[in-house]
């Protein structure tokens, strides 16, 4: 069974940073894609970031380019989501996620390819 453990949200004002941290283990963590995704209260969970296995390829929502960064270490099992610039409007529970196939060439950004999440951490940014 693959387990996720999402760390680093909290409080902070608006213009400032946080770097989540997600943690797997359970399989061969090195092998599958994975992702961030976010939940405002009221809303669709939406995507944010996805790094592919070899951490060669990336993808970002409009709204978080050039403010958020996605990167792994295979070593540690850890993807991490470094925000920088945050916005109020970056308010949301954030989640990561792990692609049910091993080696995808492509980058997906619908919650529906991901198939182990999370259990989500709280991001506050106040104005």
């Known amino acids: 069974q693959v387990q996720l453990v999402e760390s680093g949200g909290g409080l902070v004002q608006a213009g400032g940073s946080l770097r989540l941290s997600c943690a797997a283990s359970?399989?061969?963590?090195?092998?599958?894609?994975m992702g961030w995704f976010r939940q405002a209260p009221g809303k669709e969970r939406e995507f944010v970031a996805a790094?592919?296995?070899?951490?060669?390829?990336?993808n970002y929502f409009d709204s978080v380019k050039g403010r958020f960064t996605i990167s792994r270490d295979n070593a540690k099992n850890t993807v991490y989501l470094q925000m920088n610039g945050l916005k109020p409007e970056d308010t949301a529970v954030y989640y990561c996620?792990?692609?049910?196939?091993?080696?995808?060439?492509?980058?997906?950004?619908?919650?529906?390819?991901?198939?182990?999440w999370g259990q989500g951490t709280q991001v506050t940014v106040s104005s």
């Open positions: 996620a792990a692609d049910s196939l091993a080696f995808r060439n492509v980058l997906y950004i619908t919650t529906t390819r991901y198939e182990y």
């Open positions: 790094i592919s296995w070899s951490g060669g390829r990336i």
């Open positions: 359970g399989r061969t963590f090195r092998n599958y894609n």
